[in-house]
T-cell receptor, first 113, second 114 residues
């Protein structure tokens, strides 16, 4: 079946540090891939997405590249801020039109000043 | 533009009580979803509705019922609440015609069943 595995947290970084949150997936064909972010007490917001292999999604300084060969979609940011503290979810929608998002378990990031 | 709204924000129920969680969207989306979020489990799909008048089970539908009242509204009902249903519930919607089916989420309802 379809699944998403992301690195377990929590992750604690100092401000301006480099961030990587690993995400790998299992799915047939070419799923669409997403990163969602959940700030404390809020719902999820789409952070970035990629819908085909080698696409790079980017937003707010975050980037992730769709790597079909390694079935990965790792999230990176060069210099994190305190305001980036949140829970990050990797997710996919399988190829073929299914509308059901499959989520990873989430990674909590805390950035200290 | 409110996006996806949910009511109530918080609710405490006793075991066996019933309640309905309300969700509405103003983005003219066809598809709507209900998820629950539990610590260490990520989000799990309870039910979804691809269009008005249709609903389908997700990963964890037991103990829940849904109604797609019209294009805007999608409610989730707990007929006889159990402590295992203590969770944060999120409603989401998406425009089915978009290839990437990006979903927009509401702020959530935090439910405690004692």
């Amino acid at each position: 079946g379809n699944s998403v595995t992301q690195m377990e947290g929590p992750v604690t970084l100092s401000e301006e540090a480099f961030l990587t949150i690993n995400c790998t997936y299992t799915a047939t064909g070419y799923p669409s891939l997403f990163w969602y972010v959940q700030y404390p007490g809020e719902g999820l917001q789409l952070l970035l997405k990629a819908t085909k292999a080698d696409d790079k999604g980017s937003n707010k300084g975050f980037e992730a590249t769709y790597r079909k060969e390694t079935t990965s979609f790792h999230l990176e940011k060069g210099s994190v801020q305190v305001s980036d503290s949140a829970v990050y979810f990797c997710a996919l929608i399988p190829q073929g039109g299914s509308e059901k998002l499959v989520f990873g378990k989430g990674t909590k990031l805390t950035v200290n000043p | 533009n409110a996006g996806v709204t949910q009511t109530p924000k918080f609710q405490v129920l006793k075991t066996g009580q019933s309640m309905t969680l309300q969700c509405a969207q103003d983005m003219n989306h066809n598809s709507m979803y209900w998820y629950r979020q539990d610590p260490g489990m990520g989000l799990r799909l309870i039910y979804y509705s691809a269009s008005e008048g249709t609903t389908d089970k997700g990963e964890v539908p037991n103990g829940y019922n849904v109604s797609r009242l019209n294009k805007r509204e999608f409610s989730l009902r707990l007929e006889s609440a159990a402590p295992s249903q203590t969770s944060v519930y999120f409603c989401a919607s998406s425009a089915r015609w978009r290839v990437s089916y990006e979903q927009y989420f509401g702020p959530g309802t935090r439910l405690t069943v004692t």
